[in-house]
T-cell receptor, first 114, second 115 residues
Framework: AQTVTQSQPEMSVQEAETVTLSCTYD???????LFWYKQPPSRQMILVIR??????QNATENRFSVNFQKAAKSFSLKISDSQLGDAAMYFC???????????FGGGTRLMVKP | EAGVVQSPRYKIIEKKQPVAFWCNPI?????LYWYRQNLGQGPELLIR????????DSQLPKDRFSAERLKGVDSTLKIQPAELGDSAVYLC?????????????FGPGTRLTVL
């Protein structure tokens, strides 16, 4: 069974600084997708960034980028130039390519200090 | 374009009472998901629909939970009778199809408190 682990229950960053959220996963599959979701206090979860396992290049979306280490089964999220609106719960998630279920980690609460 | 709509947003009931949650997915989305999110944890899938057919309900506690998606659009998730441990946020999500690449769009959730 696939598992996703986020070892940082809470992280704090100063506004305009950079923060990295960690995620590790366990799978025996070679073809899969990894995701980072953001869940603000209002609870509507939105997709931040997506990575296909077959791609070696790390995904980037504006201030958000990932460090995907397939052999180490590590998938960290880097947020540059942190903004107050980045404060939220962040969830790492895994989805097998031929499957349909998202498996989520336990989440990391990010606080942004002005 | 309207997102995934859920109602009610909050529900407080006493144990052993029934409760129902409603979800309206994004127009044109064939796949609909119900997740349960316990406090401080990530969401866990309860059931997935492809149009009106439930194709993955292995995580749904069938003794007390039921779901339906009549006409392949709106969906209702029911709990009868509710137990204290059912207190959680119930999230609905939808996607165009079930392919792994397809983004799942989430609704705001229904926060259930069972007293």
């Amino acid at each position: 069974a696939q598992t996703v682990t986020q070892s940082q229950p809470e992280m704090s960053v100063q506004e305009a600084e950079t923060v990295t959220l960690s995620c590790t996963y366990d799978t025996s599959e070679s073809d899969y997708y990894l995701f980072w979701y953001k869940q603000p206090p209002s609870r509507q979860m939105i997709l931040v960034i997506r990575q296909e396992a077959y791609k070696q290049q790390n995904a980037t979306e504006n201030r958000f980028s990932v460090n995907f280490q397939k052999a180490a089964k590590s998938f960290s999220l880097k947020i540059s130039d942190s903004q107050l609106g980045d404060a939220a719960m962040y969830f790492c998630a895994y989805r097998y390519n031929a499957g349909n279920m998202l498996t989520f980690g336990g989440g990391t609460r990010l606080m942004v200090k002005p | 374009e309207a997102g995934v709509v859920q109602s009610p947003r909050y529900k407080i009931i006493e144990k052993k009472q029934p409760v129902a949650f409603w979800c309206n997915p994004i127009s044109g989305h064939n796949t609909l998901y119900w997740y349960r999110q316990n406090l401080g944890q990530g969401p866990e899938l309860l059931i997935r629909y492809e149009n009106e057919e439930a194709v993955d309900d292995s995580q749904l506690p069938k003794d007390r939970f039921s779901a339906e998606r009549l006409k392949g659009v709106d969906s209702t998730l029911k709990i009868q009778p509710a137990e204290l441990g059912d207190s959680a946020v119930y999230l609905c999500a939808s996607s165009l199809t079930s392919g792994a690449y397809n983004e799942q769009f989430f609704g705001p959730g229904t926060r259930l408190t069972v007293l």
